[in-house]
């Protein structure tokens, strides 16, 4: 479980990301914050380097 | 023994095809050449001598026998240090796979088995494919043979090296942004990236799925297409493997263009580039020699290549930081700076920047696929300059010193690098050839005609002994 | 937009790397930014990225 985040250091993402988020909106989203950081932290399982991922590059289909 | 090390694949194959010839002898001889050249240039981070003694062993006796493979049978060639070899330590140029034996071969490292190569061992590249060219491995940098003071591009830098010194016959590398043609173009030998798909990648330490080939590096066209013809195969485990028709590449050779249209987009290299003039020059004597085999010069525009270049780059930073977070968040300190640093610029890439540069990826090979209704080939230099000192190569190029070869690994198209004469200070300089998506016979039909019809092919590197010392 | 700094932003991605690094990734940021604003425009809802799902096989 990552440490959890300051609000000004939430506020600092939200502006890098381009966002305005009204106080409420803000609030709502830093308390959702958390999940999005658990799911990422899930996903970083380690895996092999020939583990491709499911989308796929076809030059011939263009 | 020096004279054998420069024979062509097409030469030797067919002086082992009439017993003229000893794989046993030709190996041998290759060995003996690394082992007074290769501490000046560094090309080998590993010398397979006892297996490729073996290998050619099994060759010659397969050949008296009878039993001969094709014209890959008894040709000692070499792996650059990203193709997995069964047993073979296959390093990266890492100290963070300083120890990495894989279990099993690479489909290429297999394929070319297969064919009868004599394997002499794996070559320096940048680190993981993307970093050099650096000076805090645990190997030094390849040096380029026509004067170790310079750099021999990158990153199949070893490779490139090795083949143009005559330290080995043939070679592969991998492109994920020009690291097959840069390298080709700076050492002055013919490299093909071939059509995304048409080469397993299987095996192959990745540095960016989408944009990441494998191909043959050698001194000619011709030799790029005899190891073409045992290289291009459906690998239903590769995910981007493409089942298609394989051509009879050898077979498409021919000295004549005639009627062959070629499209020159004079913009990259006149205003989206600064381009040497020595390059410039030799691109338009290049299109002269194809006028007079009979080829079109038509002029075709496409977007700036900067916004191909910014595509790459957005791509292969994600992709790359993907596969290296899980070492690079834990144990950086085993990368080298420059791997580390441009890895690392993978994390600040944000989603949907790269979801959008794989949007714009499909306008660009929409553009390209549409020019390319209206000609055959796309002709441009390789690189914008010759070759620098060693390790200046980073400050060397720029947005406006870029290579223009990541545009077509944007979109996938088949791709050639060939020499197109030399510097005032007898550097090799280059053209890049550009086709249609599996039109790779095409494309080295095109690069063929022009070797034939130039002397460019009869010169090869003076290498000094020892120079190693004098180098430094 | 504001910028998060980028030694931030590694910090978030869970990077620790050398100060020379941070220096030398603050200065390719600014190549990265402007790759990124190659690509950030604006797209019809119908363009799909180059790259797809292919759940087949031929």
Avoid at chain 3, 12 to 41: F, N, S, Y
Wanted: glycine fraction near 8%.
């Amino acid at each position: 479980m990552p440490d959890p985040i300051t609000k000004e250091a939430f506020a600092a993402i939200v502006a890098d990301r381009g966002l305005t988020l009204s106080p409420e909106r803000f609030e709502e989203f830093y308390a959702l914050y958390p999940l999005v950081r658990e799911i990422r932290a899930r996903l970083r399982n380690p895996r092999g380097y020939d583990a491709e991922p499911a989308s796929i590059f076809s030059p011939g289909a263009f | 023994m020096t004279d054998l090390c420069f024979l062509t694949i097409a030469e030797a194959s067919r002086q082992i095809a009439a017993r003229k010839l000893s794989p046993v002898e030709l190996t041998r001889a290759f060995l003996e050449r690394i082992e007074r050249y290769d501490a000046g240039l560094n090309a080998y981070i590993l010398v397979t001598a006892d297996k490729a003694m073996a290998d050619a062993r099994r060759a010659e006796a397969e050949i008296m026998a009878g039993r001969s493979r094709g014209p890959l049978h008894g040709i000692p060639i070499a792996l650059k240090d990203i193709y997995n070899t069964a047993g073979i330590a296959t390093t990266a140029h890492s100290a963070l796979f300083k120890d990495h034996v894989p279990a099993e071969d690479a489909v290429t490292t297999r394929l070319l088995a297969e064919a009868g190569t004599v394997l002499l061992g794996k070559t320096a590249t940048w680190e993981f494919a993307i970093g050099g060219t650096s000076f805090d491995l645990p190997w030094p940098p390849a040096r380029n043979p026509w004067n170790p003071k310079h750099d021999p591009g990158g990153s199949s830098s070893g490779t490139g090296a090795a083949v143009a010194a005559g330290l080995a016959m043939a070679g592969m590398g991998t492109d994920t942004g020009g690291s097959i043609r840069f390298p080709a173009a700076w050492c002055g030998i013919a490299g093909l990236k071939p059509t995304y798909g048409l080469v397993s990648r299987r095996g192959i330490l990745p540095l960016s799925f989408s944009l990441d080939h494998g191909g043959p590096m050698c001194w000619t066209s011709e030799d790029c297409a005899l190891m073409m013809q045992a290289l291009a195969a459906h690998d239903p485990l590769d995910p981007g493997s493409a089942d298609v028709p394989i051509p009879d590449f050898a077979a498409a050779l021919s000295p004549s263009l005639k009627g062959l249209r070629i499209g020159v987009p004079r913009h990259f290299w006149e205003t989206d580039v600064d381009c040497g003039a020595e390059t410039k020059a030799a691109i338009e004597a290049a299109l002269e020699v194809y006028r007079a085999l009979g080829a079109e010069i038509v002029e075709v525009t496409l977007s700036p290549l900067g916004t191909y270049n910014d595509t790459g780059t957005l791509i292969s930073r994600s992709e790359a930081y993907a596969i290296h977070e899980q070492y690079l968040t834990r144990t950086p300190e085993l990368y080298g700076a420059i791997a580390r640093q441009r890895i690392s610029m993978g994390a600040l890439v944000r989603a949907p920047d790269y979801v959008n540069a794989l949007r714009l990826r499909g306008e660009l090979i929409r553009e390209l696929a549409a020019v390319m209704t209206t000609v055959d080939v796309i002709v441009t230099p390789t690189t914008p300059d010759p070759a620098p000192l060693l390790g200046e190569v980073a400050a060397f190029m720029s947005k406006r010193k870029s290579l223009f070869s990541r545009a077509f690994n944007v979109t996938g198209s088949p791709a050639l690098s060939t020499p197109s004469g030399f510097s005032s200070d007898g550097l090799p300089l280059s053209m890049q050839i550009v086709g249609r998506p599996f039109q790779d016979d095409l494309v080295l039909k095109v690069g063929h005609a022009y070797e034939k019809a130039t002397a460019w092919r009869d010169r090869r590197p003076v290498i000094a002994e020892p120079f190693a010392a004098a180098a430094q | 937009m504001a910028d998060l700094s980028v030694d931030r932003q590694l910090a978030a991605a869970g990077l620790k790397l050398p100060p020379g690094d941070v220096e030398k990734l603050a200065a390719l940021a600014a190549d990265l930014a402007a790759a990124a604003a190659t690509v950030r425009r604006d797209w019809s809802y119908l363009t799909e990225p180059v790259q797809a799902l292919r759940l087949w096989k031929k």
